[in-house]
C-alpha cells in the first residue's frame, strides 16, 4: 500500500515547483527520455489533450509572479498594459523558456492576442500558434470551426513528433485528463466542506503544480494532498466563505491569497488557473475525439470574462453557481490591473450579486503586488462585516 | 477604436480650411444622425455595430438606421463632451483603466437618448457584435446589452494569428451569416432578406472603394496632396460607416477623387484647417488611432512643421482596400466575410510591421510615428516591437507618443509637441547624415 507523505512535505514541493522560474521540473521531465518536446500554454484555456496526445508535456505559463525582476520587458510595453506579457517576455529574454518546444497563445484578449506575434517575431525557432476559439455556440458552426482549429493544431504537433496523433491516443489522453479534472472537482469540493483543512494558498499550490507536472502524476499529487491533509486536523476559524473572482489571467502573488485569508475569509471557490477545470464534466473518451472536446467546449465549459454569453440572462450564473454550491454567499473581486476582460466584466457580475443580495467588495493587484496591508484591511473589514451585520 | 471624424458645428466656420469634399462628408454624417433622430417617428428600426468589419451593406438590406458607437465616441471626443461622460460612467463602477470610447458611450447613453448632434439617439433594437480585432467590443455590447436589454447578434471573426485568411475561417463567418446573423436582423427588422439587394449595394461599395484607394495613395505624389491620417479620418468617414454601398458615397468620392486628383496636377499639397499646407518638410507613416479631444491642435503640431502624414495604418482599420480587397457582389457573403476577417486590427503583428515597412518604402516616407492609445490594447500591445522592426527593417527613424482616444486626462499638449520636435529634428540629422554618405 502506497504511503501519502505528510501535507507539509506535499506543500513544500509545491512551492519548490512554483518558486522555479527556470522550469527545472520540465527540463528534468524532458531529459528523462530522448526526444521528448514540451509546450507552453498562457491562460485561459487550450485542449492540453492533444499536447498529450503527441507525448509531450504542456507547460502553463502565467508571468513571472512577483520574484521575477523584470528588466527587458518592460521595454517592449507602455505603463498602461498589464504584467503578465512583460513578465512573460522577461522569462522568454533570459533563456528561462529554451525549454519549450513551442507557446500557444488562446483567445483571451488583444494583449495576450499582440503576444502570439510578439512571440513570432522574437523567437523565430519555435512553434507558436494563436488558439482561437468559437464564440458561436452551434455545434454545426462555431463547433466546426473548433474542430477545424484543432485538427490544424493537431496535425502541427504530430509534424513537430514526427508522428501524425491519432484518435486512440487522443482518447486515451482525454481519459486521462478526465481523472485530472475529476481530481480537480474533488479537491474543489474538499476545499468547499472543510476550508479550514485546505487553506487556499496550500491548494493554489497544488493545482499550480500541474502546470508543470504531467497530468497523471499531478493527479495523483492532488489526491494525495487531500488525503494528506484530511489526517491532521487543524483549527476551524470565524472566518466569512468567500469566492474570488477576475484572478483568471495574471495571477495575484502567493502573498495576496494569505493576506486574504490571515485578514478573516475562507476562499472556497475561484477562478485561478480554469484550464484545470474549464470542461465542466466527463468528456467521452471513446467517439471522436475532436468532436467531444469540442462539443464540451461549446455546452459545458466553464464562464469567463474572455468568453461571450449567448444571452444576457447568462450573465453571471457561473459566479452564483460558484457561489451557491461553495455555500459563500460572498464575493471578492480581484483583477489584475488594466486586465480589459476582467474589469469590464465586473460592473455586470456586480449587477447580478446585487439583484441576487449578495455581498462584494474589489480590488485590483499586479502580479508584483508587494504592499499587502491595504488589501488585508479591505478583506479583513469586509469579512467583519459579513460576520457582524450578516443574518446568517 | 475606429472612426468617422466630422467637425463639431454644421455651418462653415470662417477660421477653418476645408475641401468642398470635406464639407460634403460633414454632411453626410449629420445627415445619419438626423436619420437616426427620426428613426422612431418614422417607425424604422435601429442598429449599432463597431467600425472594423462592419457590415453596412447588409444592415441596408433591412432597412435599419444605422449607429456606430465609436464614432458616436469620437464625435463627442471631438465637442469636447466626452470627458464628462467618461468620469460618469467611472462613478457608475467603470474602471479607470479601460477603453475610453466604452465608457465615454456608456455615460452618453445614461444621460438618456441624446447624441453626439444634441439630437435624439435612440436605444438600438439590435446590437450586431462582430468584434473584428478587438476584444473589447465584445464587452461593450454586453455591457449595453446587460443595462438596456438590446437584442444582441453576434458574428464571431477569427484573428489572423498566421497572417492569413485560412478557408475554415471564412466559412465559419459565411455560416454564422447564413444561419444566424441574417436570420436574426430579419426576424427583427420584419425584412426579408434579398441578396440582389445587397449585390446591389456591394456593387456601390466597390466603386467607392476604388476611388479610396486613388486617394490614398496620391499620397505618393511629391508633395503628397493630402494628409493620410488627420486629412484620411475625414475621407474614409462615409465608406467605413453607415454609407458604404450607398450612391451618396459614390458621388462623395467621385468627388474628392476629382479634388485630389486636381491638387495633384496643380502640385500642391493638403489642405489643412489653417488653409493649404506650406513646404513638405516631412513625410511620415503614423501608425495607431489620433486623439480626438484635441485633434486639431494635434494635427497643428505637425503642419506647423511641415510634416505630413503619407500613410497610416488607422486610415485601414475598416478595410485594407489598398491592398486590393473590394466588395465583390459576385460572391456577397464570402466577400462579407473576408472584409471582416481583412481589416488591419485583425492581423497579426508580423503582418502589421510588413504592412508598414512597405508603406515607408512605397511612400518614400522619412519614418515611421507611433501614436499609443491608452484605451485600445488591440493596437497598443507590442507597438514597441513594431517600432523597433521597422527601425531595423528601413534603417528610418521611428518615434513614440503616447496618448488617448476621448479622454482629455490623457492629451498633454508640451509633451506630444517636444517628443515630435525631437523627432522632426532627428529625421533631419538621420538624412543629412545619409546624404553625408553618398
Given at each position: 500500500m502506497k504511503t501519502v507523505p505528510p501535507v507539509n512535505e506535499i506543500v513544500e514541493r509545491c512551492q519548490t515547483l512554483f518558486d522555479d522560474l527556470d522550469f527545472n521540473a520540465v527540463k528534468q521531465w524532458k531529459a528523462a527520455a530522448p526526444g521528448r518536446k514540451a509546450i507552453g500554454y498562457m491562460p485561459v484555456y487550450v485542449p492540453r489533450e492533444l499536447i498529450h496526445a503527441a507525448g509531450m508535456l504542456s507547460v502553463g505559463i502565467l508571468g513571472g509572479g512577483d520574484q521575477l525582476e523584470v528588466i527587458q520587458g518592460d521595454a517592449y510595453y507602455q505603463s498602461y498594459i498589464c504584467r503578465i506579457p512583460r513578465s512573460t517576455i522577461e522569462l522568454g529574454l533570459t533563456g528561462r523558456l529554451d525549454c519549450l518546444d513551442g507557446m500557444l497563445f488562446p483567445s483571451i484578449c488583444d494583449v495576450i492576442r499582440n503576444l502570439s506575434g510578439m512571440w513570432q517575431l522574437m523567437f523565430k525557432d519555435k512553434y507558436v500558434r494563436y488558439i482561437d476559439v468559437p464564440q458561436n455556440y452551434e455545434d454545426a458552426i462555431g463547433g466546426k470551426f473548433y474542430v477545424d482549429e484543432m485538427e490544424i493544431l493537431r496535425k502541427d504537433l504530430g509534424e513537430l513528433r514526427g508522428k501524425p496523433i491519432t484518435d486512440e491516443e487522443l482518447n486515451a489522453s482525454i481519459a486521462v485528463y478526465n481523472e485530472n479534472r475529476k481530481a480537480v472537482r474533488e479537491r474543489n469540493a474538499y476545499r468547499a466542506a472543510k476550508p479550514w483543512q485546505a487553506p487556499t494558498s496550500e491548494v493554489y499550490l497544488v493545482l499550480r503544480a500541474g502546470m508543470v507536472l504531467p497530468p497523471e502524476e499531478h493527479t495523483q499529487l492532488m489526491r494525495d494532498y487531500i488525503a494528506a491533509t484530511d489526517a491532521v486536523p487543524r483549527q476551524r476559524r470565524d472566518n466569512a466563505r468567500i469566492v474570488i473572482n477576475g484572478s483568471f489571467c495574471e495571477q495575484p502573488p502567493l502573498n495576496l491569497i494569505k493576506s486574504i485569508e490571515m485578514s478573516g475569509c475562507y476562499i472556497v471557490d475561484d477562478d485561478f488557473m480554469l484550464v484545470t477545470r474549464w470542461l465542466l464534466d466527463e468528456v467521452p473518451a471513446n467517439g471522436k475525439p475532436l468532436e467531444e472536446l469540442s462539443k464540451a467546449f461549446l455546452h459545458r465549459s466553464a464562464s469567463t470574462a474572455a468568453k461571450y454569453d449567448a444571452k444576457r440572462e447568462d450573465k453571471g450564473q457561473y459566479l452564483l453557481h460558484q457561489v451557491k454550491s461553495g455555500a459563500a454567499g460572498r464575493v471578492v473581486f480581484a483583477a489584475p490591473s488594466f486586465c480589459d476582460p476582467a474589469l469590464l466584466e465586473r460592473p455586470m457580475l456586480q449587477d447580478v450579486l446585487a439583484k441576487h443580495k449578495v455581498p462584494y467588495t474589489a480590488f485590483k493587484y499586479a502580479e508584483n503586488t508587494g504592499q499587502m496591508a491595504p488589501i488585508r484591511e479591505q478583506s479583513g473589514t469586509f469579512a467583519d462585516s459579513i460576520k457582524l451585520w450578516s443574518a446568517a | 477604436m475606429t472612426t468617422a471624424a466630422t467637425p463639431p458645428s454644421s455651418k462653415k466656420p470662417q477660421n477653418v480650411q476645408k475641401e468642398d469634399a470635406m464639407w460634403l462628408q460633414k454632411e453626410l454624417i449629420n445627415k445619419n444622425y438626423m436619420e437616426l433622430a427620426t428613426a422612431r417617428a418614422e417607425n424604422r428600426k435601429v442598429s449599432a455595430t463597431f467600425v472594423p468589419g462592419n457590415l453596412n451593406e447588409l444592415l441596408m438590406c433591412f432597412d435599419f438606421a444605422r449607429s456606430l458607437p465609436e464614432t458616436n465616441a469620437l464625435q463627442n471626443g471631438m465637442r469636447k463632451k466626452s470627458g464628462k461622460f467618461i468620469m460618469d460612467a467611472e462613478r457608475e463602477g467603470q474602471s479607470e483603466d479601460v477603453c475610453t470610447y466604452v465608457k465615454a458611450d456608456l455615460g452618453m447613453m445614461q444621460g438618456g437618448e441624446i447624441g453626439p448632434t444634441g439630437d435624439p439617439l435612440p436605444t438600438p433594437d439590435v446590437l450586431l457584435l462582430s468584434y473584428t480585432g478587438c476584444f473589447t467590443f465584445m464587452k461593450w455590447f454586453e455591457l449595453i446589452r446587460h443595462k438596456y436589454g438590446c437584442e444582441t447578434v453576434m458574428l464571431h471573426v477569427p484573428y489572423q494569428g498566421e497572417g492569413k485568411i485560412a478557408p475554415n475561417m471564412r466559412d465559419y463567418v459565411v455560416r454564422q451569416l447564413k444561419d444566424t446573423v441574417i436570420p436574426t436582423l430579419e426576424r427583427i427588422s420584419g425584412v426579408k432578406f434579398d441578396i440582389d439587394r445587397l449585390r446591389e449595394y456591394m456593387k456601390e461599395s466597390a466603386k467607392a472603394e476604388e476611388n479610396l484607394v486613388r486617394v490614398l495613395q496620391s499620397a505618393k505624389n511629391r508633395p503628397s496632396p493630402i494628409d493620410g491620417y488627420f486629412g484620411a479620418v475625414y475621407y474614409i468617414g462615409p465608406i467605413f460607416t453607415a454609407f458604404r454601398g450607398t450612391k451618396e458615397a459614390s458621388q462623395y468620392y467621385d468627388v474628392l477623387r476629382s479634388e485630389i486628383d486636381e491638387r495633384v496636377r496643380l502640385g500642391k499639397g493638403p489642405v489643412t484647417p489653417d488653409g493649404d499646407m506650406g513646404e513638405e518638410k516631412y513625410r511620415l507613416v503614423v501608425e495607431g488611432p489620433p486623439n480626438w479631444t484635441s485633434f486639431r491642435d494635434f494635427w497643428k503640431m505637425f503642419y506647423e512643421e511641415g510634416a505630413v502624414v503619407v500613410s497610416s495604418t488607422y486610415a485601414k482599420v475598416g478595410g485594407l482596400y489598398d491592398f486590393g480587397f473590394r466588395h465583390d457582389p459576385d460572391h456577397p457573403l464570402e466577400s462579407l466575410a473576408e472584409y471582416c476577417l481583412g481589416c488591419y486590427t485583425n492581423l497579426n503583428l508580423p503582418s502589421r510591421v510588413d504592412m508598414i515597412c512597405k508603406y515607408i518604402e512605397e511612400y518614400q516616407a522619412d519614418g515611421l510615428l507611433i501614436n499609443s492609445i491608452k484605451s485600445c490594447n488591440s493596437f497598443s500591445a507590442g507597438q514597441l516591437l513594431i517600432l523597433r522592426e521597422v527601425e531595423k527593417r528601413t534603417g528610418r527613424p521611428a518615434a513614440f507618443i503616447e496618448t488617448d482616444l476621448?479622454?482629455?486626462?490623457?492629451?498633454?499638449a508640451a509633451n506630444v509637441k517636444n517628443r515630435l520636435e525631437s523627432y522632426f529634428q532627428m529625421v533631419k540629422q538621420k538624412r543629412g547624415a545619409m546624404a553625408g554618405a553618398h
Open positions: - | 476621448v479622454d482629455p486626462r490623457y492629451f498633454s
